[in-house]
């Protein structure tokens, strides 16, 4: 019976990847470049997860320049590049920061590239037209 149940359950995944017609993925060029603006911070603090949505009445943003530049008011101002998903930043008064990081052309999230003792949060940004 499990001869049978193994080779039904291929034959059934075989059969969905060929109906679907597996295709590469496209890879869609994004850039950081811009005006994003702070959203909300999720995470587990070791107890519990949580999500937590900033109000409107709170406008903190990060600009990001095509040359390299970083201004705004959430993190320090300097200079930044983007290495495979991490943002580097090099501050006005010389600090390296590193933060994860992932994007789309409306979604912006960063967390802090190191170990966190009680889990690291995960900030969101949505970008500005």
Same mark, same amino acid.
């Given at each position: ?5 193994? !080779?039904?359950?291929? !034959?059934?995944? *075989? %059969? ?5 017609? %597996?295709? @590469? *993925?496209?890879?869609? @060029?994004?850039?950081? !470049?811009?005006?994003?603006? +702070? ?7 070791? !107890?519990?997860? +949580? ?9 903190? +943003?990060?600009?990001? /320049?095509?040359?390299?530049?970083? @201004?705004?008011? +959430? ?19 010389? *600090?390296?920061?590193? /933060?994860? $990081? ?6 912006? /999230?960063?967390?802090? *590239?190191?170990? $966190?003792?009680?889990? $690291? ?9």
């Amino acid at each position: 019976m499990n001869k049978i149940s193994f !080779v039904t359950g291929a !034959v059934t995944i *075989a %059969i969905f990847c060929f109906s679907c017609g %597996i295709k @590469k *993925a496209e890879s869609k @060029k994004f850039s950081i !470049v811009g005006t994003w603006r +702070y959203f909300s911070n999720s995470g587990n603090n070791g !107890v519990k997860s +949580y999500i937590d949505t900033v109000p409107n009445t709170i406008n903190q +943003y990060l600009i990001f /320049y095509e040359k390299g530049e970083l @201004k705004g008011d +959430y993190l320090p101002n300097g200079f930044y590049r983007l290495k495979r998903d991490t943002l580097i930043i090099k501050t006005t008064q010389n *600090a390296i920061l590193k /933060y994860r $990081c992932t994007f789309n052309e409306n979604t912006l /999230y960063i967390s802090p *590239a190191m170990i $966190c003792d009680e889990g $690291c949060p995960i900030e969101k940004f949505m970008k500005q037209n």
